[in-house]
DNA sequence: GTCTATATTTAGATAGAC
DNA sequence: GTCTATCTAAATATAGAC
């Protein structure tokens, strides 16, 4: 119903659901298809079935987060000031500051190992961040500042460089500063 | 000379020296022993009598990079001023932009695929960052700013976010333009 | 100290029964 | 569509000759 294939149930999606929580846990590289298929309580072999190599899985969890980011900007439109938006998306990322410190941020980390590859286009990954990039410049932009690529940058590295300070340091407080600091810079522009 | 063991010359700095190029280039975990081995011009079986495994050899990487960053802050603390020391930190740091673009910071993403490990404590490279923070503080501390941990975490979050922003999308100029601007922000401040 | 050969383990992937 | 059993390749690590 939901796709393409004939699939009846559910486990498509459970061995997606499975891959992207051992990715952010443990990275992409140190998860293994026996890890995934454990946690989405599927045999191993029939993994093979749903994907033919584990870049697929990998692929689907990199269209998954893209998914849920642009589910998470369609529900901040909703919010009636580009201010309100911006620190609706804050907000969501401190909120985040406990597994942030655990396990990174779940898009910053795999974005990370991914543009290691040999590959030399930016791939899909860099798409999410593309999306986010250009919706908090849309804010800025709506603000009235001429400036909105800089500020969006600014933004988006800040709370990136802090996620991986706070993963550095296990400790969530980091995180939860940071986007403190940047909040009252976002209520300190024009 | 350099160390406790009776090492005649030169193997164990080249297998360090070329396990860092790698992890840069491709991150710790895909990285091998043998590629290890072979940019070293070191026969692989030769390696495991410098370093018993191969969390040892990454341990030896990450304490270079600590070597590395307090050379560097020592060299920067010859400066006259706070300002032109944090000036010369990020312009440090805009040099690197085209490798970052290509690999990504080399401090950011190792600690970001160290973080992940099972490890419960914040282990050896959440030192670097430690130093790193402690300098950046000091020299806001000196400008005379009591918010001198805000400001610096601020700073290297928004390098180390750029760092990884950069890479993703494969450009140098995501990283440049994000120094620029907080070489701005530094001037702007008291 | 240096190196070759090899043991061990594990991960990705496939074949084919049901 | 589902699953078991297994192949193949590669990576860490060791034994032991020189």
Redesign the pocket.
């Known amino acids: 119903m939901t796709d393409s294939?004939?699939?009846?149930?559910g486990?498509r999606d459970r061995l997606v659901e499975s891959a992207k929580a051992l990715i952010h846990e443990q990275g992409v590289?140190p998860?293994?298809?026996?890890?995934i298929a454990e946690r989405a309580e599927?045999?191993?072999?029939?993994?093979?079935?749903?994907f033919?190599?584990?870049?697929e899985i990998v692929a689907a969890v990199v269209d998954e987060h893209l998914q849920q980011v642009r589910a998470l900007l369609a529900r901040l439109d909703s919010r009636q000031t580009p201010r309100t938006r911006l620190k609706g998306l804050a907000r969501n990322w401190a909120d985040a500051a406990p597994a942030v410190a655990q396990s990174g941020c779940p898009l910053g980390s795999l974005c990370s190992e991914l543009a290691k590859r040999a590959d030399e286009s930016p791939g899909a990954s860099a798409e999410i961040f593309n999306v986010l990039l250009s919706w908090v410049e849309a804010q800025f932009r709506e603000l009235g500042r001429r400036d909105a690529p800089d500020l969006a940058l600014m933004l988006l590295s800040g709370v990136q460089g802090a996620a991986l300070l706070s993963n550095t340091f296990g400790d969530p407080s980091v995180m939860t500063r940071q986007v403190r600091q940047l909040d009252r810079w976002i209520d300190s522009l024009a």
Not at 42 to 50: A, S
Not at 52 to 55: E, I, L, R
């Open positions: 294939a004939t699939t009846s149930s486990k590289h998860t293994t298809l026996a890890d599927v045999p191993v072999g029939n993994v093979y079935y749903y033919k190599t584990k870049d």
